[in-house]
């Protein structure tokens, strides 16, 4: 992946980059929720007799498609909240999104929805850990951003869910494909019809070559 590795000035944790999204909190419609559990249910019965190793395979495929659903469910939902992308609340957002940029990972994509986010960034090696937790990344911007939005509304309590979507991307050819899912996302939701006419989304040089023509 040498198109995001010379750009960094120190070395990634074995140089693995990590898709993340997590949403506002609230409560998704039971119907939704139901329709989901029953589909695991069915899909854990129906790769019992598998081998060990095909069955983690399955349930990567599985795992993918789950959440493609979910993901479409938060951005075209309208009944659900649309609160992130008002101006000064998707700048809060994206302002801490660039703030740890170069200091606790590199960002290469990030987009903000109405009531979700995904991030594509590499965690950096950090001299005194090893290198920096995912769970420790997220932490660090939901704490940040609640706190400022809260501010902003002049609220208190807690603003995004506990859970977290996040996947290590496997390969260079993945890379470029959720680069290209998380840019697209206002597109597939029906916000906008090219990429580029969404305010809320951020590409760094060496991925937009990939989307450029």
């Given amino acids: 992946m040498e198109q995001y590795r010379r750009r960094l000035p120190h070395a990634y944790a074995n140089n693995t980059p990590v898709f993340i999204t997590w949403r506002l909190k609230f409560t998704l419609p039971i119907d939704v929720v ?16 598998l081998s060990e190793d095909y069955q983690n395979m399955q349930r990567y495929q599985f795992s993918k498609k789950q959440f493609d659903l979910y993901d479409d469910i938060l951005g ?31 960002l290469h994509a990030s987009c903000i929805m109405s009531n979700h986010v995904h991030l594509l960034l590499t965690p950096l090696v950090d001299v005194d850990k090893e290198k920096q937790a995912i769970g420790d990344i997220s932490h660090s911007l939901k704490r940040f951003t609640a706190r400022e939005i ?19 991307v496997r390969n ?6 959720i ?33 450029s023509s």
């Fill in 76 to 106: 075209c939902n309208q009944d659900l909240p649309q609160l992130l992308t008002k101006p000064e609340i998707a700048s809060i957002i994206q302002d801490s999104f660039n703030f740890l940029d170069g200091k606790k990972y590199s």
């Fill in 34 to 49: 139901k329709k989901m559990s029953l589909e695991k249910e069915k899909f854990e019965k129906s790769i019992l007799m």
């Fill in 172 to 177: 260079e050819k993945e890379y470029v494909r």
């Fill in 179 to 211: 680069g290209w899912y998380i840019i697209n996302n206002p597109v597939k939701a029906g916000l906008v019809d090219d990429w580029k006419q969404w305010k809320f989304t951020w590409l760094e040089d060496d991925l937009r070559q990939h989307f």
């Fill in 150 to 168: 809260n501010k902003l509304l002049g609220k208190d309590g807690s603003l995004w869910a506990n859970e977290s979507y996040d996947h290590l």
